[in-house]
């Protein structure tokens, strides 16, 4: 809805032959023969929104996640609610301008808490015809298309595959404002004599943000910040970058663009200090504070793997905080290091994702053997094999409950948001130290590499951590496998510690003495005594919380990272005066010690996830009769909130 209008004097150009030298702020002698000038009276309308999305896209190599990233950051800094997407190609490096190449960095941006980075783009920046053909599909009515017109040449439309020369017309597209600006020519011409050629081109993605910062009415202060700081050892191109970035913002100012501008309203947050933070980042983050917490030094062993690596780099980073990283040959080796880590009293840490899972499965049984504490951090990805590693979905769950030979139970849990993350790898450390036991913590590719703005938190506010340390007083009756009676846990003595010389691994051991046993009684008893330890844990964790209308016939369920586009979809229903609960799980092995209840009150419920069915098939497993209706995609894509809208209702109204 337009709230105002800005009635403004314009001056248009016939001939744009000093484009290039009008965004260096030159004054030019003009020859009035040539250049004529008209005044006239244009409306342009401001639009004020609760939230709005915006989608970067191009070719592979065009920097959109990198202008994405920046916008976002100092959006937050605004005081902004954010939630964003980046879409890898899974090609390393795919032609370029062909539609497999193309590259995607999307937004919500909000006056109010947002939660996933939206349906359809309000704003669509377009780099090439690749990403206005692969992105038709995801635009608004009226809405906004920004386009590089230099790279919209017969050769660029044959890449894409169009078969005439306008695209808009060709892809069905007449209900769009567009920009067609020439980003690349006048990249060229800006950086004349400051960078050659390949830095111009390089440099067209930063137009394009200084244009959208424009479009929302943005100060240029953060963004310049932002690439000050990234490029401070690069003075030139931070030079050219900075250059490019004003421009940008003045070709929109300059020509006054016909099109809509957006005024996205603030809202008071909670004082703090916020910031704009991924997935993989605060996982990370998460690790840094238990180890803080718990008193002892950081280790994670690790290979390289996507979407799961800026675990480790970010990692790596710090150790001004005192963190081990270790980076090994394989998959193997870096759960190996791990474990020996934890044996010699660190908090020990392996980031993975589904491949890698696999390959750790034999050592993760070995740590569930020795009873010793661990993280384990699988960033899920689309399968099987090598599948598309830059996508994402939830169909590690069942080899993360058992994909393992033996009885080897291990807790599991889900982080649900990017933000989350930091809480989730807290908590999974917390219970890996307390209980003694390997902990499994799955994220995905969504909200890894997705952000969220984030209030630092104050550690003051987090629990401390305190695992189950043999004490001198123990000497004369402690065996490896002495447990607790509170929660079966065994006792760890670090090695060093005098007088608690002892020996564990993989093989099985007496209950009473540590030795090495394979008497059938003994091992029944030691099976029953790992899973009870497991099943402890859910004395520690909260209970399951619902959300939503108490007299709904219909609940919806989920886990991990789908909370955002679920929650979003169950305020709709809600909002349009359907009736409907909501519950999301952060903890699945053990479950929560109501879900059985939860579950069984309900007459109708529908479980959303991105797999076949797995979590709805370990919830009939669990509680018995249980028989839930289910929603399941797997397209390596978030869901579209409309989609889960109609599914949500579908069932409402159902018989």
Known sequence: ???????????????????????????????KPRIYYFFMIQEIKV?????????????????????????????AERGNYITTFPDYPAEIRAPHGTLSGVSGFQMQLGA????????????????NPAALKVNAQFLKPDSVVIIDQDSFQKEDMGKAMFTTDDPFKELGITFV????????????????????????????????LGLVCWLFNRPLQSA???????????????????????????????????????????????????????????TAYGLIAAAEKAGLPLFLG????????????????????????????????????????????????????????????????????????????????????????????QTDLMQALYGRNGESPAMVMAAISPTDCFDSAFQASKIALEHMTPVILLTDGYIANGSSAWRIPDLDDYPEIKPPYVTPDMQNKWTPYLRNSENNVRYWAIPGTEGFTHRIGGL???????????????HQKMVNARQVKIDKIADCIPLQEVWGDEDADV????????????????????????????????????????????????????????????????????????????????KGQPFLVSRLVEEINDLINSK
């Open 47 to 75: 639009i004020e929104r609760e939230n709005v999305v915006i989608r970067f896209s191009g070719d592979s190599g065009d920097g959109m996640q990198l202008a994405g990233a920046i916008f976002s950051n100092l959006s």
């Open 508 to 522: 099985e051991k007496d209950y009473a003495s540590g030795a090495i046993s394979t008497d059938p009684l003994n």
């Open 555 to 634: 609940l919806v369920l989920g886990w991990g990272g789908t909370y955002g586009h679920l929650s979003e979809a169950v305020a709709k229903v809600r909002r349009a005066g359907g009736k409907v609960a909501f519950t999301h799980f952060r903890y699945i092995q053990p479950l929560p010690k109501n879900t059985a209840e939860i579950m069984r009150k309900y007459k109708k419920v529908l479980v959303i996830e991105q797999n076949t069915g797995q979590f709805a098939g370990y919830l009939r497993s669990k509680i018995g009769g249980f028989n839930p209706y289910q929603f399941n995609r797997i």
């Open 112 to 127: 109010k808490e947002v939660f996933t980075p939206g349906d359809k783009a309000d704003v669509l920046i377009a780099m």
């Open 302 to 393: 690790s290979y390289p793997i996507t979407p799961a690596t800026d675990i480790m780099q970010e990692l790596a980073a710090r150790k001004d905080l005192g963190v081990k990283v270790m980076q090994t040959e394989d998959e193997i080796a870096g759960i190996c290091t791990a474990i020996g880590a934890s044996f010699a009293g660190n908090l020990a840490a392996t980031s993975t994702s589904g491949p890698g899972l696999a390959l750790k499965s034999e050592a993760i049984g070995l740590a569930v053997m020795a009873e010793i504490p661990l993280v384990v951090v699988d960033v899920q990805r689309a399968g099987p094999s090598t599948g598309m590693p830059t996508k994402s979905e």
């Open 224 to 282: 310049e910040k932002f690439l000050s700081e990234k490029f401070k050892k690069k003075p030139d191109i931070l030079k050219a970058n900075l250059l490019i970035l004003q421009a940008g913002f003045n070709y929109g100012h300059n020509i006054h663009a016909s099109v809509s501008t957006y005024r996205i309203e603030t809202t008071p947050h909670k004082k703090g200090i916020y910031t704009d933070v991924n997935g993989n980042k605060a």
């Open 1 to 31: 809805m337009v709230n105002f209008s800005i009635f403004i004097f314009q001056v248009f150009k016939l001939n744009l032959i000093f484009a290039g030298d009008l965004l260096r702020h030159k004054e030019h002698k003009l020859n």
């Open 177 to 208: 404002q567009v920009v067609a600006a020439p980003i690349t020519q006048l990249c060229k011409e800006g950086l004349s004599g400051i960078a050659d050629q390949k830095q111009a081109i390089r440099s067209r993605n930063i137009f394009a």
